[in-house]
Structure formats: C-alpha cells, structure tokens
Nanobody, 123 residues
Framework: QVQLIESGGELVQAGGSLRLSCITA????????MGWFRQAPGKEREFVAS?????????NYAESVKGRFIIDRGETANSVTLQMNNLKPEDTAVYYC???????????????WGQGTRVTVSS
C-alpha cells in the first residue's frame, strides 16, 4: 500500500506563489510516477501536473497551469513538489497528490491519492 501526505496549502493573494509538497510512504518511491490533481468548489477533480519516475523525470501539465506551475521530485528521496507561481483566484481548490505505476494512469486514473491540501487564492 502507498500513503501520500500533502502539505503547503494556505491562503495567498492573487499573483503570489505557493509550494506544495507530498511525501510518500509504503512503496519504493522511485517505482512510482507522481502527479497532482485539484478540485475546485462545485467542480470535478482535474489533472494539474505529472512527472515520470526518477530516472526519466519527464513532466506534463494542464494547459491552465503551463508556464506557472512546476512539478519536481523533492529534495528528499520520497517527495514531490508543486511550485505554483502567479496564482489566480481560479486556482482555488483542494490539491491532491497522486501516484501510479503506469505513467499514463497518473493523469487519468491514478492508483493512489492523498487526502488533499486546500489552496485559496484571494483576488
């Protein structure tokens, strides 16, 4: 089993930056492809970003966050981060760390989900 624990969500003003972190436990981190989803109030969950497991590190982003968000493997061996810059009110959502054994599944049907961390962007 895999556990994903997110942190870093908070209230921030539009135009500001925030960095989310996700720590994994329970399975070899390097075997997992990682990503982030988000769910805004009253909307369905949507894909945000993904990164291949460590020997490849290829990334993919939703169009709405391209050029503003950066996903990366974190400083510790079992973490992944999401750097969010130039935040907009429409980025307000609960952000979920996800993981999958197959890269294509990270952006469509992840195998594992975290509990989520709330990001609120005020205008």
């Amino acid at each position: 089993q895999v556990q994903l624990i997110e942190s870093g969500g908070e209230l921030v003003q539009a135009g500001g930056s925030l960095r989310l972190s996700c720590i994994t436990a329970g399975r070899t981190f390097n075997a997992l492809h990682m990503g982030w989803f988000r769910q805004a109030p009253g909307k369905e969950r949507e894909f945000v970003a993904s990164i291949r497991r460590s020997e490849f590190r290829t990334t993919n982003y939703a169009e709405s966050v391209k050029g503003r968000f950066i996903i990366d493997r974190g400083e510790t061996a079992n973490s992944v981060t999401l750097q969010m810059n130039n935040l907009k009110p429409e980025d307000t959502a609960v952000y979920y760390c996800v993981a999958a054994l197959t890269y294509n599944d990270v952006s469509s049907r992840p195998d594992y989900w975290g509990q989520g961390t709330r990001v609120t962007v005020s205008s």
